[in-house]
């Protein structure tokens, strides 16, 4: 015989909102640690298991540096941790944040284990252009 445990309402509040201030402890981390102008995650209680990145911004005088990178190994080592997707749409190109392709987004993203969100690699609950398992 099977038990499946059902969580009070109250339980699944406590549960979202911890899970809620990770996230943003972790976004402010990592926007602090890799000194970025912009770094904003999402996360939706529908999906406990995956993470959004909605937008990362190296500032000017530090494209180029590796900022992005360390990044995005935070987040991928964050995500893997605790067996997270991470989910994100690459932009295309604004010169007002400093997009230059997206061609190049997308290049930098699959360096990190990224698929697009397409074809026989569609996840079903995931809405972004652009997805990553995490790694076991």
């Not at 981390?29 to 770094?39: A, D, M, N, V």
């Not at 939706?44 to 180029?64: E, W, Y």
């Amino acid at each position: 015989t099977s038990t499946i445990a059902m969580m009070t309402f109250k339980e699944f509040l406590q549960e979202r909102t911890s899970r809620d201030a990770e996230i943003e402890a972790l976004e402010n981390k990592i926007r602090s640690e890799c000194s970025l102008e912009k770094f904003w995650l999402y996360h939706s209680g529908q999906n406990p298991d995956i993470i959004g990145l909605q937008l990362i911004v190296v500032g000017k005088d530090s494209q180029g540096s590796g900022q992005g990178t360390k990044a995005m190994k935070m987040l991928c080592d964050y995500a893997d941790e605790h067996g997270l997707i991470i989910a994100l749409s690459p932009s295309e190109r604004n010169k007002h944040i400093g997009t230059t392709s997206k061609t190049r987004l997308i290049e930098f993203y699959g360096r990190f284990g990224f698929v697009k969100n397409t074809g026989n690699k569609k996840h079903p609950r995931v809405s972004a252009t652009m997805y990553r398992a995490p790694k076991r």
